[in-house]
C-alpha cells in the first residue's frame, strides 16, 4: 500500500498525538517530518518516533518535497495563516479546530484552499464517533423526523494555566466543537441567532482578565429548531461529552463518558471508570478522523469536515461573542 508522507506542524499536547497517530496507528500514512518552532518539542517527538527530518521554522517543512499532506495542530490563532501557507504549497491539510478566529480568516483560508485545489478537513472529532456518526446518519435518514430540539456539551475534566487561556477561548476552541457537532446533526438548516451567557464560576478572579470557564449558549434554527449548547471548564467527575437530538418521530441520546462497560458493585456501592483526557474518550474518533484524511489525500477525494463547515460554525461562535458584549440576542452571519 503507497502511504501518505505527512509533516506535522506543531508538537504540543495534540500535535503529539496526531504525529503518533500518523506514525503508529495508520496502514495509509507515515510521518515523514516534524516542524514546531519550539525546536525542542520536536526533536523530542521526533525522536520517539522515528522521524529523521526535524525543522524549527514550519515553512521549510512546507518547502519539502517529499511531504505530501500536513497536520496543522499550532495555537489556534495561527491556524489559518498556516492553512494559507500549506495551500500555496500545494499540500493536502489537516487543520485542528478552529481553522480560524474571525470571518475574514475563514474567507481566506478557503480561498486559498479552493485556488490551490487541495483537501482541507477540520478536527472536529465528534462527527467520528460511534454513536454521533449513527445519530447523523439516522437523522439523514429521516428516522426521528424532523429536529425539532438539540443539545450538545463539552465539560472539560480540569482548568489548568488559566491565566494563559486567551480570551473568548470558551466559543472560539471548546464551543466550537459543539456548534459543529448542533449544525451537522440539524443538515437541513442554518443557525440563524443565538443568545449566549457566560461567566467565570470557577475562577472568578480571573474573569477581569477576559476569562469565562462556563456558558450556556441557546441557537435558533431556519427549521425552527431550537439547540443548546453549553460548556464548563471543571467536571470534576471526568471527560464529558454528550448531545441529544428530539424530533418528531423520536429522540436520539449521544455520549457515554464511561471508560469500559464495566460496572464495580462494592460496600461503598455502585460506580465505573471515567474518562479524563479527550485523546482517551475520543481516541477512536481521533484515529479515524485521520485515516479518512490521508485516504481523501490518497485518492484525490473531498473531506468532511470542509472549510465551509468551520466557517458555518466560526459564525455562531463570532455570534456568541457579540451576544455576551451586549446581553442580547445576536444574529449568525453566513
Keep these: 500500500m503507497t502511504k501518505v508522507k505527512i509533516g506535522l506542524i506543531g508538537a504540543g499536547r495534540m500535535g503529539s498525538f496526531h504525529g503518533t497517530t500518523a506514525a503508529k496507528r495508520l496502514d495509509n500514512a507515515e510521518l515523514v517530518a516534524i516542524a514546531d518552532p519550539f525546536k525542542p518539542n520536536a526533536e523530542r517527538l521526533a525522536n520517539e518516533l522515528g522521524v529523521s527530518k526535524v525543522y524549527e521554522n ?33 499540500k493536502g491539510i489537516f487543520c485542528e479546530k478552529p481553522m480560524a478566529v474571525t470571518a475574514q480568516e475563514a474567507e481566506d483560508a478557503i480561498a486559498a484552499v479552493a485556488k490551490a485545489g487541495v483537501q482541507l478537513q477540520i478536527g472536529f472529532n465528534r462527527r ?12 439523514r ?20 494555566n488559566a491565566e494563559k487561556i486567551p480570551e473568548w ?43 469565562l ?8 434554527y431556519s427549521n425552527g429548531a431550537i439547540a443548546t449548547a453549553e460548556a464548563n471548564f471543571q ?41 479524563r483526557q479527550d485523546t482517551d474518550l475520543l481516541f477512536n474518533a481521533y484515529v479515524t478522523e485521520m485515516n479518512q484524511f490521508a485516504n481523501c489525500v490518497r485518492y484525490d477525494t473531498t473531506p468532511t469536515p470542509s472549510g ?20 442580547a440576542v445576536a444574529p449568525v452571519i453566513l
Excluded at 61 to 75: G, K, N, Q, R, Y
Excluded at 148 to 156: F, P
Excluded at 183 to 207: C, T
Excluded at 250 to 263: A, D, E, K
Design 58 to 90: 514550519p515553512k521549510d517543512l512546507l518547502a519539502d518535497e517529499e511531504v505530501e499532506a500536513v497536520i496543522i495542530a499550532t495555537p489556534a490563532r495561527t491556524h489559518s495563516s498556516w492553512v494559507i501557507a500549506a495551500a500555496e504549497a500545494g
Design 128 to 139: 467520528f464517533v460511534d454513536d454521533f456518526t449513527q445519530a447523523g446518519k439516522e437523522i
Design 141 to 160: 435518514e429521516n428516522r426521528i423526523g424532523e429536529p425539532q430540539l438539540l443539545r450538545s456539551l463539552t465539560r472539560d475534566p480540569g482548568l489548568n
Design 169 to 211: 477561548t470558551i466559543f472560539l476552541e471548546t464551543l466550537i466543537h459543539d456548534f459543529d457537532t448542533l449544525n451537522f446533526l440539524n443538515p437541513n438548516a442554518d443557525p440563524v441567532s443565538v443568545y449566549a451567557s457566560a461567566d467565570a464560576l470557577i475562577r472568578p478572579d480571573l474573569k477581569d482578565n477576559g476569562l
Design 213 to 220: 470557564d462556563t456558558a450556556v449558549v441557546t441557537i435558533k
Design 235 to 275: 467536571a470534576v467527575y471526568g471527560y464529558d461529552v454528550r448531545g441529544e437530538v428530539f424530533g418528531t418521530e423520536g429522540m436520539l441520546s449521544l455520549g457515554n463518558i464511561r471508560m469500559n462497560s464495566m460496572v464495580r458493585y462494592t460496600k461503598d456501592g455502585i460506580s465505573h471508570d471515567t474518562s
Design 308 to 327: 465551509n463547515d468551520a466557517k458555518k460554525a466560526l459564525a455562531i461562535a463570532l455570534a456568541c461573542i457579540e451576544s455576551v458584549k451586549t446581553g
